[in-house]
């Protein structure tokens, strides 16, 4: 039975992140400072694994933070389906829970079991779970790949993940994520399994 290892990244760091500014999939933001040392501190660690793909978002924040290995010439495909949540109305404003109670109520909502429920002119994690799926059907169809690298967002890569593990939608917020972590997954045929957790250890290496 083949397996397959997925590399599964969150972009790094943009101005927008450090002012809790949110982006969503309506904001094409570029990497910060920070952000651009992250994807060389993550390069550098990782430039040994045998990538056979590069998945990325089409946002050029995730193309940015594993431009490293683009270098090296690996195939790279952008897919839409990886882009993040929409976030309707309160993309590019203030949207931490302590600012912002309608978005601190909506993630309860979902916590609570509605995740059909979506910001004003938003998407749902129901409807990124839809769109989700044919990439992940795609990348599952190609046994010859059998060590990739996505590179994709925070919300939306909750909500893979819980695509992955067969987790429901309401549990995503159980999957911590931080600019430039890592989720290191197995699949073995059947199922995926976790083999790192939101894991920053390449940012301590310099």
Same mark, same amino acid.
């Given at each position: ?5 997925v ?6 760091q943009?101005?927008y ?19 651009q ?28 933070s594993?431009q490293g290995?683009?270098?090296l ?18 993309e ?16 309860q909502?979902?916590?609570?079991g509605?995740?059909d429920a979506?910001?004003?002119g ?6 990124v779970?839809?769109?989700?799926k044919? @990439?992940?059907? !795609?990348m $599952?169809?190609?046994? /010859?790949? &059998? ?20 987790y ?5 917020d159980? @999957?911590?994520h !931080?600019? $430039?972590?890592?989720? /290191?997954? &197995?699949?073995?045929?059947s ?10 250890s ?5």
């Amino acid at each position: 039975m083949s397996s397959k290892k997925v590399y599964l990244i969150r972009h790094g760091q943009t101005d927008y992140n450090l002012q809790s500014i949110v982006q969503g999939s309506g904001i094409d933001s570029s990497l910060n400072a920070t952000g651009q040392r992250q994807a060389i501190q993550f390069f550098e660690r990782y430039k040994d694994v045998p990538f056979d793909k590069v998945y990325t978002s089409t946002l050029q924040r995730s193309i940015q933070s594993v431009q490293g290995f683009l270098d090296l010439g690996l195939p790279h495909e952008k897919h839409a389906g990886l882009n993040e949540i929409h976030w309707g109305v309160r993309e590019g404003t203030h949207m931490t829970p302590e600012e912002d109670q309608y978005y601190a109520d909506m993630l309860q909502t979902w916590r609570d079991g509605d995740c059909d429920a979506s910001i004003e002119g938003g998407e749902s994690p129901v409807v990124v779970a839809a769109r989700q799926k044919p @990439f992940i059907e !795609l990348m $599952l169809s190609r046994p /010859e790949e &059998e060590t990739i690298l996505i590179c994709m967002h925070g919300r939306a890569m909750r909500i893979m993940l819980c695509n992955l593990l067969n987790y429901p939608l309401s549990c995503m917020d159980n @999957f911590e994520h !931080l600019n $430039l972590c890592l989720y /290191e997954l &197995e699949h073995t045929g059947s199922m995926f399994t976790v083999k790192k957790y939101c894991d920053v250890s390449h940012l301590r290496d310099a």
